[in-house]
């Protein structure tokens, strides 16, 4: 029903329209090339930044990483030392081309400074969060009748504590796993053996199951029949709703469960398990990834903005003098087995 709607506005618009072709030169539109910063300061892990320029949309996707920069960190206002480019070939294109031996803990206000002849000189500033708070996963399975026929279905319900009196953001991101067994392929009879180590993926989640999620679904959106949220990689969300208090995060998995006939007998399996990434962001960062989701939901109002009769989702940017983010994030997690369904 979406997709037809989307072709029948598409097509009005053009009826309305008047057909015409004309060559337009875009040189004298182009603008000043700026250096892009990108960072996350991570507690734990060690600081890595990517630093490139921006392109004109005639450029034909130049290659565009800065690799001879000068880029200073400073940590609570004192020089730290200058972060090295540290490249191979193979991985020109990785995420984190410049690297340096600090590892953030929570507290530290970071800042990155690049410079290259050619660019204005850009810089990012931040605070570290705290680690958050998180106090209970519990993930039960659940039998699920909405399309007319029975599926297994899973409900993950997570318990966190908010610090009251500041804004706090953040993000969380659910994957499950499954027991890994060895096979005697040879003797196909002989009951598979458990090998001591599970298969981590991402678990898709519609988040407009919970109301921290579910005002991001607009009015058009739910008459189309766009009325949830995906997100493998998590989703990012603030305290609006819960401001100082204990929460309970309740989010229904979009994938369904049954028993795989190669593994063992039900009764004899392992139980799958569930892990919960709940991340402390800074406000920077929880926007930055705010306008990233909103672009990759496909909403309605995606589509207006595509045709030009909706205002484009802008992505922030806290990057002085150029483009980018210098985003802080502290992460808390918890594990547990999955209840099967009786």
Same mark, same amino acid.
């Not at 990517?50 to 206002?77: C, G, H, M, Q």
């Not at 009325?227 to 819960?242: A, I, K, Q, T, V």
């Given at each position: 029903?979406? &997709?037809?709607?989307?072709?029948?506005?598409?097509?009005?618009?053009?009826?309305? &329209?008047?057909?015409?072709?004309?060559?337009?030169?875009?040189?004298?539109?182009?603008?000043?090339?700026?250096?892009?910063? %990108?960072?996350?300061?991570?507690?734990?892990?060690?600081?890595?930044?990517?630093?490139?320029?921006?392109?004109?949309?005639?450029?034909?996707?130049?290659? +565009?990483?800065?690799?001879?920069?000068?880029? %200073?960190?400073?940590? !609570?206002?004192?020089?730290?030392?200058?972060? $090295?480019? %540290?490249?191979?070939?193979?991985?020109?294109?990785?995420?984190?081309?410049?690297?340096?031996?600090? $590892?953030?803990?929570?507290?530290?206000?970071?800042?990155?400074?690049?410079?290259?002849?050619?660019?204005?000189?850009?810089?990012?500033?931040?605070?570290?969060?705290?680690?958050?708070?998180?106090?209970?996963?519990?993930?039960?399975? #659940?039998?699920?009748?909405?399309? @007319?026929?029975?599926?297994?279905?899973?409900?993950?319900?997570? *318990?966190?504590?908010?610090?009251? =009196?500041?804004?706090?953001? #953040?993000?969380?991101?659910?994957?499950?796993?499954?027991?890994?067994?060895? #096979?005697?392929?040879?003797?196909?009879?002989?009951?598979?053996?458990?090998? @001591?180590?599970?298969?981590?993926?991402?678990?898709?989640?519609?988040?407009?199951?919970?109301?921290?999620?579910? %005002?991001?679904?607009?009015?058009?959106?739910?008459?189309? @029949?766009?009325?949830?949220?995906?997100?493998?990689?998590?989703?990012?969300?603030?305290?609006?709703?819960?401001?100082?208090?204990?929460?309970?995060?309740?989010?229904?998995?979009? =994938?369904?469960?049954?028993? !795989?006939?190669?593994?063992?007998?039900?009764?004899?399996?392992?139980?799958?398990? &569930?892990? +919960?990434?709940?991340?402390?962001?800074?406000?920077?960062? #929880?926007?930055?990834?705010?306008?990233? *989701? *909103?672009?990759?939901?496909?909403?309605?109002? !995606?589509?207006?903005?595509? $045709?030009?009769?909706?205002?484009?989702?802008? +992505?922030?940017?806290?990057?002085?003098?150029?483009?980018?983010?210098?985003?802080? &994030?502290?992460?808390? =997690?918890?594990?547990?087995?999955?209840?099967?369904?009786?």
């Amino acid at each position: 029903m979406k &997709a037809d709607m989307k072709y029948i506005l598409f097509f009005s618009v053009l009826l309305l &329209a008047t057909a015409c072709m004309k060559e337009v030169d875009l040189e004298y539109l182009r603008p000043d090339s700026k250096l892009v910063l %990108n960072s996350v300061v991570s507690v734990g892990d060690s600081l890595k930044a990517s630093l490139s320029r921006t392109w004109f949309y005639t450029d034909d996707y130049p290659n +565009v990483t800065i690799e001879d920069a000068k880029v %200073n960190l400073y940590v !609570n206002d004192r020089l730290f030392g200058e972060m $090295i480019w %540290n490249v191979e070939k193979y991985d020109y294109y990785a995420i984190g081309n410049y690297i340096s031996s600090y $590892i953030p803990v929570p507290g530290d206000k970071v800042r990155i400074e690049a410079n290259r002849d050619g660019f204005k000189e850009v810089m990012g500033e931040e605070t570290v969060p705290d680690k958050p708070d998180l106090l209970n996963l519990y993930v039960e399975s #659940y039998e699920d009748n909405s399309l @007319g026929y029975s599926r297994i279905k899973r409900r993950y319900k997570m *318990t966190f504590r908010d610090e009251p =009196s500041v804004q706090n953001c #953040y993000l969380i991101s659910i994957v499950y796993g499954t027991p890994h067994y060895e #096979y005697d392929y040879d003797d196909l009879d002989k009951s598979p053996v458990y090998s @001591g180590t599970y298969s981590w993926r991402s678990e898709s989640m519609d988040y407009a199951s919970d109301p921290v999620f579910g %005002n991001k679904v607009s009015i058009l959106d739910k008459v189309m @029949g766009s009325d949830w949220l995906s997100g493998y990689n998590g989703r990012p969300f603030s305290d609006e709703l819960f401001d100082g208090k204990e929460y309970t995060m309740t989010l229904d998995a979009n =994938s369904y469960y049954g028993h !795989n006939p190669i593994f063992p007998l039900p009764g004899e399996e392992l139980p799958d398990s &569930a892990r +919960v990434y709940l991340y402390a962001i800074s406000e920077a960062y #929880y926007k930055y990834l705010s306008a990233l *989701t *909103t672009l990759a939901d496909g909403s309605f109002s !995606n589509d207006l903005a595509d $045709i030009g009769l909706a205002e484009p989702v802008r +992505v922030f940017s806290n990057i002085e003098g150029g483009l980018g983010i210098l985003g802080a &994030a502290c992460v808390d =997690s918890l594990t547990v087995a999955i209840r099967k369904l009786n």
